[in-house]
């Protein structure tokens, strides 16, 4: 059973431009939370999801950031026209239902030059 | 506020030292969870305590509900334990699963 898989590892982005990051849960998992570390910061969460349906958003920032998670293929964190302040580290954890333990990804780091 | 505060920020021990990373949050919660991060950035789950203690290894987690307070111990400590490590809580009012508020870490560095 493979862990929580997101991809790109590193990711560099111009300002202005978009950036799709992907998370694919463990087998079985049907929950997927995002979370934000920004240079020398805790981390942040972001917000949750379930198949089809955003449970909790209060983290994302009001523009530029969209998260889904289809019925079939990876969860997606999109973040249009990148500013450099966005240039972070970002996680993502799966969970099974009913569980409140969590398993992360390696992360993807996004760098907005 | 809900908050999440640990101690010490850095830690800087020798190989075999008895270790304490101490967590202290504000309200109420229904979880609290230890994790850790190495150098390249990875996060690992290492426990999740609503009540009690956990051992895994030479790890050992603890949590006091009425005081509001968790530590995690690392016995015979090794360089390879090197890593930050992160306290992060989800509470029961003004949250759903996964809503984890996170502690800044502690950086524990340990030395042959």
């Known amino acids: 059973n493979a862990g929580v898989m997101q991809n790109p590892r590193h990711l560099v982005r111009r300002r202005g431009q978009e950036a799709r990051l992907r998370c694919s849960p463990m087998k079985g998992h049907s929950h997927v939370y995002w979370y934000r570390q920004l240079p020398e910061e805790g981390l942040k969460f972001m917000v949750y999801l379930q198949k089809e349906n955003i449970i909790d958003e209060s983290g994302m920032p009001k523009e530029r950031f969209s998260a889904e998670f289809p019925k079939e293929g990876p969860s997606i964190l999109r973040i249009q026209q990148v500013v450099r302040g966005d240039s972070a580290a970002y996680f993502c954890a799966s969970s099974p239902l009913l569980s409140t333990e969590a398993f992360f990804g390696q992360g993807t780091r996004l760098t907005v030059v | 506020k809900n908050e999440v505060e640990q101690s010490p920020q850095n830690l800087t021990a020798q190989e075999g030292e008895f270790i304490t990373i101490n967590c202290s949050y504000s309200v109420g919660i229904s979880a609290l969870h230890w994790l850790q991060q190495h150098p390249g950035g990875g996060i690992v789950s290492l426990f999740m305590l609503s009540s009690g203690k956990k051992k895994h290894g030479r790890l050992i987690a603890t949590i006091n509900i009425q005081e509001k307070h968790s530590s995690l111990h690392i016995t015979a400590s090794h360089p390879r334990d090197s890593a930050v490590y992160i306290c992060?809580?989800?509470?029961?009012?003004?949250?759903?699963?996964?809503?984890?508020?996170f502690g800044k870490g502690t950086k524990l560095s340990v030395k042959p």
């Open positions: 992060a809580v989800s509470y029961e009012l003004g949250g759903s699963q996964g809503n984890l508020i």
